[in-house]
């Protein structure tokens, strides 16, 4: 496996976990396409899109058949997953699982939704530091709380230590007499 071919199939991991994770409709594909495998053949390189249980993993190297293979140039079946196939892609297989697979690449995403989205987890984040830092402060202060209440304390050990020290020479003055 070469860099190429891994930062390749990293991306378009990546791109695909991206559309399933914002658009539902891409997440309704990967689900039709459960337990299947499609080769994507692209001059020298080969990847495998395995969907396995809603995750999408793409690799270099598969020792298992695909059920669908898509044959030709990168730009030409980036094409046919977003377009139409032309006559420079050879497909090879189940036919049936082409529309799913296009529908994780087409489906158009909404500029308002990934806004919502990303402000919600902005809020989320927000709310997570804001609570973290409450906690702390809450920590610190139960700390100088702790050290205030002990400084009280050792002063109030001091005291009845000097009143002690006191009663032991009074019983001492008395004994003494």
């Known amino acids: 496996m070469t860099v190429l071919e891994s930062t390749l199939a990293t991306a378009l991991e990546a791109a695909i976990r991206t559309r399933v994770a914002f658009d539902p409709k891409s997440k ?6 459960d337990g299947k495998r499609i080769g994507l053949n692209m001059s020298e390189q080969r990847l495998m899109v395995s969907f396995d249980d809603g995750v999408v993993k793409v690799a270099t190297e598969s020792e298992e058949e695909a059920h ?3 044959t030709g140039s990168m730009a030409s079946i980036s094409q046919a997953l977003v377009n139409t196939i032309n006559d420079n892609v050879v497909l ?3 036919m049936s699982l082409l529309e799913d697979f296009r529908r994780i690449f087409r489906t158009p995403l909404k500029t308002n939704d990934i806004t ?4 919600a ?3 989320w984040g927000i709310a997570a530091a804001k609570s ?7 920590q610190f202060e139960n700390i100088r709380a702790t050290r205030t209440s002990k400084g009280d304390l050792l002063e109030r050990v ?8 006191q009663l032991a020479d009074r019983i001492k003055d008395l004994e003494n007499r």
């Open 28 to 33: 309704e594909a990967v689900t039709n396409l």
């Open 132 to 138: 973290a830092f409450e906690m702390a402060s809450s």
């Open 116 to 119: 919502q989205a990303t402000k």
């Open 158 to 165: 001091e005291a009845l230590e000097a009143q002690q020290e």
């Open 121 to 123: 987890t902005a809020d």
């Open 92 to 94: 090879v297989g189940d």
């Open 68 to 70: 669908m293979e898509l």
